[in-house]
Each structure stands twice: as structure tokens, then as C-alpha cells.
């Protein structure tokens, strides 16, 4: 006999594969380790976004809240990152800090969305809508990936008391 997971069990799985992704991303330093992570994120996020799409009180409750708008841009940003491979974002100066951070450096990089206008024209069409690029120049380009991640987080934590009870 064999078990299968149900839909609410992957909608709580996906939940919390975002969650883990952003914990791995807040510390992350240098391009790659961000971008590994991110992705991650980008991914949890769309397949969120996807799965409760056809719920009829989604739309309605995501236009409501203060974070729903971000999905759009971050399913482009997925997008780009799933069919183009894509850099999604770029490390900026490092910053003077304090308290000093574990490695005992005064100096933290940052990571931040790629610009809208800096991101190439997409190749399939029907995988980037102006819905999302819109959202994509709003909320994401140019910000901190970890910020917007953060606020994203905000709206899934919304979304898991509609979505699992």
C-alpha cells in the first residue's frame, strides 16, 4: 500500500519550503550562494501562487493585502530564472555595520533585485504578462531581495490562516 501527500499537505509543504529558502537567504554572501537560495524562494513562492490561483477567495484576499501585489513580480522574476536563467540580482558595495557580524567584519554586502530595464526581453511571451512586470518594477527592481522576501512572507503567513484550516 502506498500514501500519497494531499493538496493541503502540499500547500503546507510549499508554506514551508519558502520559509526554509528565505532563512538560507538572509545570511547568504556573494552571487552564487544568494542566487542558489533565491531561486529557491522564487520557486516556493509561484508554486504558492499556483496552487491557490483557482481558490475563489485568493484574488480577492491578495488585492486586499498590503503584500499580495508582489506575487506577480516575483512569478516574473521565476520565470526568468526557470526559462532563461536569468541573474535575478546583483551584489551591491558592502556597508559599514554594527555590531560586528559573526566573522568579525564591520562590512556586509547586500543583494538587490536586478533593475527592470536592465533585464533582458523575455523569450517566451506567454510567461511574462504586464501584470507582472509592472509588479516586477514596483516592488522588486532595485530593492533587497531579502526585504521583499520578507514582505512576501507576510503574505503567505495570511495565506496559511485561509488556506490550512
Known amino acids: 500500500m502506498t500514501v500519497r501527500i494531499n493538496r493541503k499537505q502540499i500547500i503546507a509543504a510549499s508554506l514551508d519550503g519558502f520559509d526554509q529558502a528565505l532563512e538560507r537567504h538572509k545570511p547568504a554572501q556573494g552571487l552564487r550562494p544568494s542566487y542558489i537560495s533565491l531561486a529557491e524562494c522564487v520557486y516556493w513562492l509561484a508554486t504558492v501562487d499556483e496552487l491557490l490561483r483557482p481558490e475563489a477567495w485568493y484574488e480577492t484576499e491578495r488585492s486586499r493585502h498590503s503584500d499580495g501585489g508582489l506575487l506577480p513580480g516575483l512569478r516574473y522574476a521565476r520565470n526568468f530564472a526557470t526559462h ?81 484550516v
Open 84 to 164: 532563461q536563467a536569468v541573474a535575478l540580482a546583483q551584489a551591491g558595495p558592502s556597508y559599514l555595520t554594527f555590531p560586528l557580524y559573526e566573522s568579525g567584519s564591520l562590512y556586509r554586502t547586500f543583494t538587490e533585485w536586478v533593475a527592470f530595464e536592465d533585464l533582458p526581453e523575455p523569450t517566451k511571451t506567454t510567461k511574462y504578462t504586464p501584470d507582472q512586470q509592472a509588479s516586477y518594477r514596483e516592488h522588486l527592481g532595485g530593492e533587497l531581495t531579502v526585504r521583499t522576501l520578507e514582505r512576501a512572507q507576510e503574505w503567505l503567513r495570511a495565506v496559511r490562516a485561509i488556506a490550512l
